[in-house]
């Protein structure tokens, strides 16, 4: 099964160009496996899930922060992730072995055991964040992760509260102040203006359910808790650590997808990514990936939903993910930079072209910007 985990402020909805894309059978595309490798072809389970707080999941008695579900609840990104990890484990996992369950029924080989299966998860901008969070939290529930932009940072423990509801007095004020410049809807479609790569893939659609989220009792205290909440530990003895840190300690394959585009998230971020990866312990045998979608921005699962569907299912299906196993761009895997530019696959939506395009840690360029800005991350 795939569980797709959501970008800050959106929910489920933010999916809907991309699962049509997940859903259509492996062999109506033409990702290749090469020298002998395997690309399976079967159905894939997709699943998606709303943060608390965001999107339509929220407490059921919302007061500004005083209800009593909401006391003492804290909208940090740990809470995410116990969320999300309670979401594989109560309901993913159960329907999955009932699923299993029947089909043997079905084929008259019931058996009285079967083997744990692991979710593939892939998470967009703080999704990914999370989805990382939780590989490294939960290995034996986690296949591999796609991390589409994933944001590098989260989480700011600003002083005088620790996020937990209630909100003090500034802290409630602060926060109900930007959260209700924050949910205009002119600055939402200036944020998504500046985010993606292509105006055209934005609807007005998209603006007003990103502005409905926004209009429940609890989103003023949400929003205040969000900001005070603290990041997440990257160790188990409780040290915070960095992103690269628990990247580092994920010993599922992971892959790195990036909009070209993305003014926030950009694939410069990904070479500290990717040396965190290489710097794994070696017996894990664990693979990792980084692509590169032209023209498209923070979102590459709204904006470029068909390059991304091809990748994933890709990634998903392959049982060996290795360059030598399996290539992505449907041709002979290249070695440089200026070979892959020659040998890339393209994908038309409404608003344009997108091409795919891999690269090594070494082929990323940095200019100076880059180079100033990743040296704080």
Known sequence: PIL??????????????????????????DSVAVDGGDVCNHHQTIYCIDYLGQGRSWPVDCKDGFGDSEKDLQYSADTWVEQIIDFIEQVILVEEEEKGHQNKIDDKEIKTTTSKRKV??????????????????????ISSICLLNPTPVWGSKLPGWNGHLPAPVIPKAVGRYLFDRIRDLKTVEQFLVATYSRK????????????????????????????????????????????????????????????????????????????????????????????????????????????VGHLVKSWVGAKDRSKEQL???????????????????????????????????????????????????
Request: one cysteine or more; glycine letters at 8%.
């Open 4 to 29: 797709l985990l959501n970008g800050f402020g959106v929910g489920s909805f933010h999916q809907h160009r991309l699962i049509p894309h997940l859903l259509r059978q492996q062999n109506d595309d």
């Open 120 to 141: 593939h998860l892939v998470g967009n901008s703080v999704g990914g964040h999370i989805a990382a969070h939780i590989a490294r939290r939960r290995p034996d529930l």
């Open 200 to 307: 055209e893939a934005l609807t007005q659609e998209l603006m007003h359910q990103i502005r409905n989220c926004t209009l429940g009792n609890g989103g003023h205290a949400a929003f205040a808790s969000i900001m005070w909440s603290p990041p997440l530990n990257s160790y188990d003895d409780g040290r915070k650590g960095n992103f690269q840190d628990c990247l580092s300690q994920v010993s599922c394959d992971v892959f790195l997808i990036y909009g070209q585009d993305d003014p926030w998230c950009k694939p410069a971020f990904a070479k500290n990514m990717l040396k965190a990866l290489e710097g794994r312990r070696k017996d894990l045998s664990a693979v990792h990936r980084y692509i590169e979608i032209s023209n498209a921005g923070h979102c590459p699962n709204h904006e470029a939903p068909q390059a």
């Open 327 to 377: 290539s992505l761009i449907g041709t002979t895997v290249s070695t440089t930079a200026r070979q892959q530019q020659m040998h890339h696959k393209t994908f038309r939506e409404e608003w344009g072209e997108h091409s795919i395009f891999e690269y090594d840690r070494e082929e990323i360029k940095l200019g100076w910007v880059d180079r100033f800005v990743t040296s704080f991350m």
